[in-house]
């Protein structure tokens, strides 16, 4: 049983003052009746009440996925730091389609001299650049921080499939931060599939009509890579659009395999 510390009555559930931390009787349970030392906290100025939750805050909190770690505003920005990660991962690319193009497995073999053989390769880091811009506009438009980064280990698979048959290109990839809902990830994710999407029927015109080898390049590689980003596994994009909409996502897989398709009859 503890005593008051102000009178010194036993007291079997005494009362313990906030301000001093002392423990005291009913009678000198307030902090003027125990001459408290810290009473001048009494007077400090207090906090506002924060306003009530209402359900609509409670359902919207619900919908967010990610919280805000620094806001942008503007759209297609870069910083220095990945504007390097950006160049690595297109030096790598570039390195992958140049070892596709001069395997001796290659459909692209007959690649018809040096400037042929650089454009097919620019053409084939291009489909991976603009794949990854196009999330990032997105993900800027909706006022998501979001930058490119190299990852070890995609950079060390990337530099293993130089050299090996075995072709993954994946260095990096747009890390997006923000408060975003499935619509936001959703369309977001989408974005650099589409832009395979649309790009391949402009490439496979072009192929069709002119039989230019970086041409031919862009229209197979273009679908090829939609198609595999939309399968909706794991850290995939098609993961992401799937979970957002069902519809969109049957729409623009098969929209990847009619394009794989043409491609592979036509050429």
Known sequence: MLKCQYC????????????????????????????????????LPRRDMEPAVTREDIRARHEITRRIIQPESRVLWFTYREIGHL???????????LSVLITPYSPFLN????????????????????????????AQYYGLWAEFRLNMLG?????????????????GAVMVAGEADRRILGRTALAGPLVNILLSPLFLLWAFLACSQPAKIGAIYN?????FNLIPFGILDGA???????????V???????????AMILL
């Open 252 to 262: 623009s897989f098969l929209m990847s395999l009619a394009l794989i398709a043409a």
């Open 111 to 138: 690649v018809g001299g040096i400037g042929i053989l650089l454009s097919s390769a620019l053409v084939f880091s291009s489909i991976f650049i603009l794949h990854e811009i196009a999330h990032k506009v997105t």
């Open 8 to 43: 010194g009555a036993e007291e079997p559930l005494p009362f313990k003052c906030p301000f001093c931390g002392g423990y005291f009787c009913v009678e000198h349970r307030l902090p003027e009746n125990h001459e408290c030392p810290e009473l001048w906290k009494a007077w």
């Open 155 to 171: 950079t060390m698979i990337t530099l293993l499939s130089i050299f090996s048959p075995i072709k993954i290109i994946s260095p």
């Open 223 to 227: 679908p090829w890579i939609a198609f």
């Open 87 to 97: 160049f690595a991962g297109i030096l790598l690319v570039t390195a992958v389609g």
């Open 240 to 250: 992401k659009v799937f979970w957002w909409s069902k519809k969109v996502w049957v």
